[in-house]
């Protein structure tokens, strides 16, 4: 039949009638979720009726009467959080709700903080003071200071002085530090020991220790600004530094007439001073009498001074010995601690003992830091071991370790006693990549890499731009240089290096 009426042309679609059930085609046709839509999703045969279309205009709303106020249709139309429109907070207090009804603020403070955020914030003259303090920038602070000073509110603190007297002895001014020292005293602020300690550590980070001395006195002749165990300990460390044992001797000698007690930093200072000076027997003395004392007992620093004392000189057997007894003494390792066992063992080539603290470290969760990677690499690189070193290096990367100047010191050496020059390149690049600050110590690797590659023209060239980047060269800078000119036979270059730094470059040198 369909056919027939499809070639008479008189063919009908077929119409679906109204007994048919229409669920399952209502919900194949819509594209909403259950609630979503605001009609009701349901079947007529679930109950709900479907709401009819309205024909007319729908009347204006009538107000609800007092204290009858429909849930069902509050919570259909509003369109904001119980609480915050004042009708329904109106209509909690009047429904009998106890409490008071929640006040409009909540926008408001919105408002009020989205206004104070779009205003320009004006940084403060203190507040540009101490970031430049932070930064430790001593010219700008100097500027700010002086700003400060021309300000209404501007009063004179001892906190302000004591941070620019601190940045300007970390600076190297001295000077600049006195000079601030005696405006403060100007100014009507009290001299306090703490202000004196801060001065007297600015003379002796320069080397000035006379200067550092007659402050010493000045305390000393004031009543309010006597001498402490810190500014002892200051002292006493530019002392060991210099070194000057003797006066070491005496500011001991001092403190006990003054009964000023050393403290563990102030041994540690003296004890890390004998190591470096090879005093073993002071050492030994001074240590004993530590374990004696209430007051200064050996530390976790202390132990680490004697290990690296042992360990940078390759006496394993000795340091290993010391190890244990500062164990006995009750004295638990840290992560420094093992980094120059691991360091040790890497100098000696002891790398089943090495690998050994390494997996002692990961089995008492102390953490592997950068240190014990340098600690690794530089092992290798000594032994000329590239592959080793590189996997190191990349295992390195990709735990998230940072290299520092020392990891790219070492890569260089390293490589250049393999004699691969062309990987010394790369890894200066990288350096430069990765903004590894690119000081002394990592000049000399590349200048003795040239010099090792007998490439005599980019050892100049990197010695150029050294001085052009204002990396003060040191007494091994110009050994390497002068090493390299003596196997070549260029003994006018060499007189020249003699007459640009005779204080790094002495006549022997040279004569050699």
Wanted: positive net charge; glycine residues 6%; aromatic residues 8%.
């Amino acid at each position: 039949m369909a056919l027939a009426g499809a070639a008479n042309g008189t063919f009908r679609p077929r119409l679906i009638t109204a007994s048919a059930d229409t669920s399952d085609t209502h919900t194949r046709r819509r594209h909403w979720k259950a609630g979503e839509f605001p009609f009701s999703t349901t079947s007529p045969s679930s109950g709900t009726q479907r709401r009819k279309p309205r024909t007319t205009e729908r009347p204006p709303p009538t107000p609800p009467s007092k204290g009858k106020v429909d849930p069902e249709e509050r919570g259909r139309q509003r369109h904001w959080k119980a609480g915050e429109f004042p009708a329904a907070a109106e209509s909690q207090s009047q429904s009998g709700r106890r409490g008071r009804a929640r006040t409009l603020i909540k926008n408001v403070k919105k408002r009020l903080d989205a206004r104070a955020d779009s205003k320009a914030w004006a940084c403060t003259v203190t507040e540009a003071l101490s970031d430049r303090i932070d930064a430790k920038n001593w010219q700008e602070a100097l500027q700010v200071f002086e700003m400060l000073k021309e300000q209404p509110f501007y009063y004179p603190k001892e906190g302000t002085y004591m941070k620019l007297l601190l940045l300007l002895g970390r600076s190297g001014q001295p000077s600049l530090a006195r000079q601030l020292f005696t405006e403060m005293q100007q100014q009507g602020c009290q001299a306090t020991p703490e202000l004196y300690t801060a001065l007297i550590g600015a003379y002796c980070r320069s080397g000035l220790l006379d200067e550092a001395l007659q402050l010493l006195d000045d305390m000393k002749a004031a009543p309010l600004c006597q001498p402490d165990v810190y500014t002892y300990s200051i002292l006493i460390k530019a002392f060991v530094d210099a070194p000057r044992f003797d006066l070491v001797d005496a500011m001991f000698k001092e403190m006990a007439e003054r009964s000023v007690v050393p403290n563990t930093v102030t041994q540690n200072i003296v004890l890390s001073g004998y190591c470096r000076a090879g005093r073993l027997d002071d050492m030994e003395k001074l240590l004993s009498t530590m374990l004696d004392s209430a007051t200064s007992k050996p530390d976790v620093w202390t132990m680490n001074i004697i290990l690296s004392l042992f360990g940078n000189s390759g006496q394993v057997g000795l340091m290993e010995k010391w190890y244990e007894k500062f164990r006995g003494y009750g004295i638990e390792p840290e992560t420094r601690t093992l980094n120059i066992l691991i360091g040790a063992y890497g100098k000696k080539r002891m790398y089943d003992k090495m690998s050994a603290v390494m997996e002692y470290m990961r089995r008492l969760a102390f953490p592997w830091t950068t240190a014990t990677y340098n600690n690794v690499i530089e092992a290798f690189a000594e032994a000329g071991d590239a592959k080793n070193m590189e996997d190191t290096f990349n295992q390195m990367r990709s735990e998230g370790m940072k290299p520092d100047t020392k990891t790219f010191c070492c890569l260089i050496n390293g490589f250049s006693n393999a004699g691969l020059f062309h990987k010394v390149v790369g890894m200066v690049k990288l350096a430069e990549r990765l903004d590894v600050p690119a000081n002394t110590s990592f000049h000399n690797a590349i200048l003795a890499a040239c010099a090792k590659a007998e490439d005599l023209m980019e050892m100049e060239r990197v010695f150029r731009h050294m001085k052009h980047m204002h990396c003060a060269p040191d007494a091994t800078t110009y050994s390497i240089l002068v090493e390299a000119y003596r196997k070549e036979g260029m003994t006018d270059k060499m007189y020249a290096l003699q007459q640009e730094n005779p204080s790094l470059v002495s006549t022997e040198l040279v004569m050699v």
